[in-house]
C-alpha cells in the first residue's frame, strides 16, 4: 500500500555488566549486530567496542556505551539481533573471549531494560583445570552455533556466566501504514 | 417423369441455389446481428470493468482519503500546501533536572552537563552546557549528593540519527580547593514522551601506566578524558580505554514531542 520502505531506529546504550565471575580483570564487550537479508543498515558500522571497565564493590561493570542503529527494512523476517562476546583483559594484559551471549532487539516501540544473560562452552577436565590455573576459558572458534547452525548446540557444553544489560528505546516509521504490528 | 425430375432437380437446383442464396444473404445478415450483439456485449462488459474499476480507485482514493483525513504519516506529508510547511521537522521539549548522586568516596561534588545531538539537529532553545554547584553530603542523608538541578532544551530536527544525549562530567573539590574529574556518564533522552527517570552509571577512566598514577596522586589530578563529550556521545574510539565504576546518579526527564506523528513516527503508544 505505501510507496515506502518501514524505518526502524534502535537508540540506546550498553549499560553495564554484572555477576561476571571476575574481581580484579578489567572486561569489554563485542557486540555485533546480525539482520536478515532484507534489512539495510544505514551509515554504521554493525560491530561495536566498549572501553575496558573495571568493577565496583558490588560488581557491576560500567560500559555507558551508546548505539544509534537505523535500518530500513523490507521484509520483517531477520529482525536484528545482537550477538555479544565479552572479552577479559586480565593484569598481566592477556586477552581472552569469555562468554558469548545473543538478544534479539525489541519489536515494539518503546523503551526496554534489556538483559542478556551469557554462557560460555565447557569441555573436559583438561581444559578446565588449564582455565583454573593459567586462566583462559575454552573458546569457539566462530560464531555459528550462536546465530546460525542452532543443531549443533547439541554438541556443546556449556558454563553460565554473567549478564549484559542493554537499555534500547525504538522508534517505527511507517509500520503502521505497512500494517506491521508492534507500532500500536 | 425426365422433365419432372429435371425441373424438380432444376427446382431442386434453383432452391439449392436460393437456399444458397438465403443462406448466404440470411448468413451475412445472422453475421452481422451476430457481431452487433458481440459488440454490445463487450461494450456491456467494458461498461461493467471500468464500473468496477472505477468502484475499486474510488474505494482507494476514499481510504486514502479516510488515512489522509484521520493522520498523516510518512510519504502523506502535505507538499506544497499552504498550511503546513513540506518536510517540516519534529519538535523536542526536555526538561527535568538532575536529582542526587552518590559516588563512592568523593564528596564535594560538581556536575556539568552537556547535550550532544546530530548535525541534523537544532537547539531551538535552553542551555546546552551548565555545571551546577558544588554539594557536600548531610548528616542525616550521608550516603547520597544532591544537586536538584533542572535544565530545559527545545530541539528540533528532519532526522531521528542522532538522537541528543546527556554527557555527565563530575568533578569534587578536595581539601586544598582543587577541582579534579571523578566521573563521566552518557543517557540518551527518553524518546517516548512522559515522565521518565535514568539511572545513570558513572565511571572514572583509570591512568594508563602506574607512573602516571603516582604522580597524578602526587599532582591531585586523576585522569581525564581530553574531549570526554566527543568521546563519550560517539561509540567509536572507546577501545583503548580502560574505566571503573564510580557510582550512580539519578536524572528526572520530562519529555514533549511535536509533530512527530506527522513524520511517520508514533513514540506513544495509543
Known sequence: MADYKPEIYFIGQIVGGSDFPTDLDGLFVEASLKYGENWKLIEKTSTIQTHTSYPDDEGFFVFAHPFDFYFICESVQGWPKLNIKVWRLDQYGKLDNIAYGIINLPNETGSFDLECPTWRPMSGWREESYNYYLGGPPKLVNSDPIVRDLNKRRFLTSMSSGSIHIHCEVLMKGYRDSFISGDQ | ?270
Open chain 2, 1 to 270: 417423369m425426365a422433365d419432372y425430375n429435371q425441373d424438380g432437380e432444376q427446382e431442386f437446383q434453383f432452391q439449392q441455389e436460393n437456399d444458397g442464396v438465403n443462406n448466404q444473404f440470411f448468413d451475412h445478415g445472422l453475421g452481422n446481428f451476430e457481431k452487433t450483439r458481440e459488440r454490445e456485449q463487450e461494450e456491456l462488459e467494458r461498461q461493467i470493468r471500468a464500473e468496477q474499476t472505477q468502484k475499486q480507485v474510488d474505494y482507494h482514493k476514499s481510504s486514502q482519503e479516510m488515512r489522509d483525513k484521520t493522520r498523516t504519516g510518512g510519504n502523506y506529508l502535505p507538499i506544497k500546501t499552504n498550511l503546513k510547511q513540506a518536510y517540516s521537522p519534529f519538535h523536542i521539549f526536555v526538561s527535568g533536572h538532575i536529582e542526587s548522586g552518590q559516588i563512592n568516596d568523593y564528596d564535594g561534588l560538581c556536575c556539568k552537563y552537556d547535550f550532544v545531538a546530530g548535525t541534523d539537529w537544532q537547539i531551538i532553545d535552553g542551555n546546552r552546557s551548565g555545571v551546577s554547584q558544588h554539594s557536600y553530603k548531610s548528616q542525616q542523608t550521608n550516603r547520597r549528593v544532591v544537586w536538584n538541578y533542572p535544565f530545559e532544551l527545545a530541539f528540533s530536527s528532519t532526522n531521528v540519527t542522532g538522537w541528543p544525549q546527556l554527557v555527565l562530567t563530575m568533578t569534587n573539590r578536595d581539601f586544598f580547593g582543587r577541582d579534579q574529574i571523578c566521573g563521566y556518564g552518557t543517557v540518551h533522552i527518553p524518546t517516548q514522551p512522559g515522565s521518565h527517570y535514568r539511572y545513570l552509571n558513572v565511571f572514572q577512566p583509570i591512568s594508563s601506566s602506574l607512573l602516571s598514577q603516582v604522580f597524578g596522586w602526587f599532582k591531585g589530578k586523576n585522569a581525564e578524558f581530553i574531549n570526554p563529550i566527543e568521546l563519550l556521545s560517539k561509540n567509536e574510539g572507546r577501545e583503548v580505554t580502560r574505566v571503573i565504576s564510580t557510582g550512580v546518579i539519578k536524572i528526572q526527564f520530562h519529555v514533549t514531542v511535536k509533530n512527530m506523528d506527522e513524520y511517520g513516527i508514533f513514540p506513544f503508544k495509543a
